[in-house]
């Protein structure tokens, strides 16, 4: 009963955090005026819109192989396209599903049903979680020393909060990949999967801006959005929901150098782009979340 509550608590807060983040945001697009954002997002063509959304997808394979290069090297027997089913269908679920259910959940239930071992799917999505952060941070200092460099920067106490929670994730990340130590060919071909699926994703963001006919160097938007990436995991809205925009836009302002409104429709349109790029796991959603509804009763006892 207890967890419940507490559960249903932390989902409230993150409720809260949501909407306040929504209104920050809705509060800037009315200070910088509706037309001015609305006609910045005519400027961007049809053909650039295809563009970034080819490059997500690209991003999106990135990381299915990214998963099935762990799964395969600790011996799961699975088809690449089963492994593509179940990752479109997390990245669906953390997109439109306003819960506590995650994708990766959503990930794990797939994959028992699909008879595989628990044990090894579970470690195999902790080690692609921490791959890909770990990814994530080569490209940080692109954007964290020009941040540190501008007027009104962050502040030491911040910086060094971030190197204590860089040191424990160093810490974890070593024991969870300690399966595939013995495996250094996987671990690097599942490191490459994510410099790809990175460099495909600032791609296409950059896309979007040279869209508004504005221009961010290449390795500096690099840095402004792992920096936003690592805001976004910190658990105070449903599934990054403002606080993503927020952080995007505020650093592609004040490190880009971009426009509040500019920064703003970057960030808002890059977020329906990652959505739309997650559409396909609607094709398989059903059937997994009913499994993860017998799994949530089988553990509850109910």
């Known amino acids: 009963m207890r967890s419940g509550w507490s559960e249903r608590r932390l989902l409230m807060l993150r409720a809260l955090g949501t909407a306040l983040a929504l209104g920050l945001l809705v509060i800037l697009f009315r200070e910088e005026g509706w037309g001015e954002v609305t006609a910045l997002l005519r ?174 160097p290449y390795f500096l938007l690099a840095g402004i959005w792992s920096l936003a990436y690592f805001v976004t995991l910190i658990p105070i809205s449903i599934n990054g929901y403002g606080v993503q925009e927020l952080s995007a836009s505020f650093l592609l302002a004040r490190v880009g150098g971009l426009g509040t409104a500019e920064s703003l429709s970057v960030a808002i349109l890059a977020r329906a782009l990652f959505i739309f790029a997650s559409l396909p796991g609607a094709l398989f959603l059903p059937t997994i979340m009913e499994a993860v509804a017998e799994t949530r009763k089988s553990d509850t006892g109910q």
Do not use: Y
Not at 45 to 65: D, F
Not at 150 to 176: E, N, Y
């Open 43 to 216: 400027r961007i063509s049809a053909g650039e819109l295809l563009l970034a959304v080819v490059l997500l997808l690209i991003s999106r394979l990135c990381v299915i192989a990214r998963w099935h290069v762990l799964l395969r090297s600790a011996g799961t027997p699975i088809p690449f396209a089963r492994t593509a089913s179940l990752t479109f269908t997390g990245l669906f679920a953390s997109n439109f599903l306003p819960t506590t259910i995650g994708g990766d959940v959503v990930r794990l239930t797939g994959a028992i049903r699909m008879g595989l071992d628990r044990a090894v799917c579970l470690a195999s999505l902790v080690a692609d979680r921490l791959v890909g952060m770990i990814g994530m941070l080569f490209a940080v200092p692109f954007g964290l020393v020009p941040l540190l460099a501008s007027p009104g920067g962050l502040q030491a106490a911040t910086v060094a909060g971030f190197a204590r929670k860089l040191r424990d994730l160093s810490a974890d990340a070593l024991q969870a990949l300690s399966i595939w130590a013995r495996k250094p060919q996987a671990l690097l071909i599942s490191f490459l999967c994510t410099f790809a699926h990175m460099a495909a994703v600032f791609a296409a963001v950059s896309v979007l801006i040279t869209g508004l006919h504005a221009r961010v």
